[in-house]
């Protein structure tokens, strides 16, 4: 009996430890500003209060609007997953360009070698549109199983004509898309000294939004720092407390 206990001990204290964790906490805030309605050219004043690790506020105006942030728009998704898709439009487009490039095949073929079909292998790739690909080489794998037959005549002909088709007409749906004219950013606020001032430059209807963070412990993976020394934020737990206050320039 006397034997078992240190391992009972040793359990003990880990579940002691296992049951102290807990999960990090969303910022308590409240967001204000000195005036709702304001002239064009005229400085409204943003108060912070509350604790948190980090304030970015976003004053809605062009370039500064929260909806359009990397965060808002990659919520969700693995910004790291590509994915590619062939859809019923570029079916359309690729066809006429598909049917020309075997009728060059086809006329430098050898008298008496079967020709390709190309509305055979049209009729095959139909059969991929809509299917979403997580890289792009697998989707050109599939398409090169339809045109072999052109390997005949030249080596590396299927591969190359396939990674070209891909390339010209699947669509990129990937999350690491941004808004034509970037993702919008925001204004980091000292966390010690919480008021942010600012003008707009045009009127309008705005909505200012405040993200502020608390920051979790580091989740080591792999060999943590021992061979690979770099850092980001995808290696910490997160919470997030957002508030709004719409705002009206004349």
């Known amino acids: 009996m006397i034997k078992n206990i240190k391992p009972l001990t040793i359990l003990l204290a880990i579940m002691t430890l296992v049951g102290c964790s807990k999960d990090i906490e969303s910022p308590?805030?409240?967001?204000?500003?000195?005036?709702?309605?304001?002239?064009?050219?005229?400085?409204?004043?943003?108060?912070?209060?509350g604790d948190a690790e980090t304030y970015v506020i976003f004053t809605g105006d062009n370039m500064h609007d929260y909806t359009k942030?990397?965060?808002?728009?990659?919520?969700?998704?693995d910004v790291d997953q590509e994915e590619v898709v062939l859809t019923a439009d570029s079916l359309?487009?690729?066809?006429?360009?598909?049917?020309?490039?075997?009728?060059?095949?086809?006329?430098s073929l050898q008298p008496g070698t079967t020709p390709?079909?190309?509305?055979?292998?049209?009729?095959?790739?139909?059969?991929l549109v809509d299917n979403n690909y997580t890289n792009k080489e697998t989707a050109i794998y599939e398409a090169y199983l339809f045109m072999t037959e052109f390997n005949s005549a030249e080596q590396g002909k299927a591969q190359n004509?396939?990674?070209?088709?891909?390339?010209?007409?699947?669509e990129d749906h990937s999350v690491l898309l941004a808004p034509e004219e970037g993702f919008s950013t925001g204004f980091a606020i000292n966390r010690y000294d919480k008021t942010f001032e600012y003008a707009y430059n045009e009127a309008g209807t705005y909505t200012v939004t405040l993200v502020?963070?608390?920051v979790g412990d580091k989740k080591y993976s792999g060999s943590g720092y021992s061979d690979d020394r770099?850092?980001?934020g995808d290696e910490y737990d997160l919470s997030r407390t957002i508030k709004e206050l719409s705002i009206t320039v004349q």
């Open 28 to 49: 308590e805030t409240s967001f204000t500003a000195d005036k709702v309605s304001l002239l064009v050219g005229e400085t409204v004043t943003f108060t912070v209060t």
């Open 230 to 232: 770099t850092s980001s």
């Open 161 to 170: 004509t396939a990674r070209e088709m891909v390339n010209l007409y699947y």
């Open 212 to 214: 502020a963070t608390n």
């Open 69 to 77: 942030s990397h965060l808002a728009i990659t919520e969700g998704f």
């Open 92 to 107: 359309i487009s690729l066809t006429p360009w598909f049917i020309n490039i075997v009728d060059i095949h086809n006329a």
């Open 116 to 127: 390709v079909d190309a509305n055979a292998i049209l009729g095959n790739i139909e059969t």
